[in-house]
């Protein structure tokens, strides 16, 4: 999968921990296979277990989101929507997150938490050990620094 010019290799190893900590939480078996045939050219789930049939969704920010950032989040209920109807039948949807305050874009009384809870859409946060997180922080820091002003 192609990764936007903004992702960093920490925000990759931090996937990598959220999803491990996520299979083990649900007991799901997530499928690297599952990736050799995408549902569409741009459409690819951050992981799937096709037995259990569960999509899921990581976003692994420290943090409060600002607007792209909740965009992001925005995008990817909606596209629990579009891939549970190409795959067909019901679909277990979730999002994690790495941090609380990330995750209240969801958990809150906005649109999109209400949408998201309509869809059934199960939100986990998966917490980040401490070395990872910082650098996590360290990534978030590097890219406010380059955005033009």
């Not at 997530?30 to 990736?35: N, T």
């Not at 979730?94 to 309509?118: H, M, P, R, T, Y």
């Not at 050990?129 to 978030?140: C, G, I, N, W, Y």
Request: proline content about 4%; aromatic content about 6%.
């Amino acid at each position: 999968m192609t990764n936007h010019a903004s992702y960093s290799s920490a925000q990759h190893e931090a996937e990598e921990a959220m999803l491990s900590g996520l299979q083990t939480k649900l007991g799901l078996q997530f499928e690297k296979a599952a990736f050799l045939n995408p549902i569409s050219e741009t459409l690819q789930p951050d992981a799937i277990d096709l037995k259990r049939r569960v999509l899921v969704e990581v976003y692994p920010h420290i943090g409060k989101l600002n607007g792209a950032q909740s965009q992001k989040i925005r995008s990817d209920v909606i596209k629990f929507l579009f891939t549970g109807e190409k795959l067909g039948g019901s679909w277990r949807k979730v999002l994690c997150f790495a941090d609380n305050k990330a995750a209240q874009i969801v958990n809150g009384k906005s649109w999109i938490g209400k949408a998201a809870k309509e869809i059934a859409v199960e939100v986990y946060v998966v917490p980040l050990p401490e070395k990872l997180t910082k650098k996590v922080l360290a990534a978030q820091k590097r890219k406010k620094k380059k955005k033009p002003k």
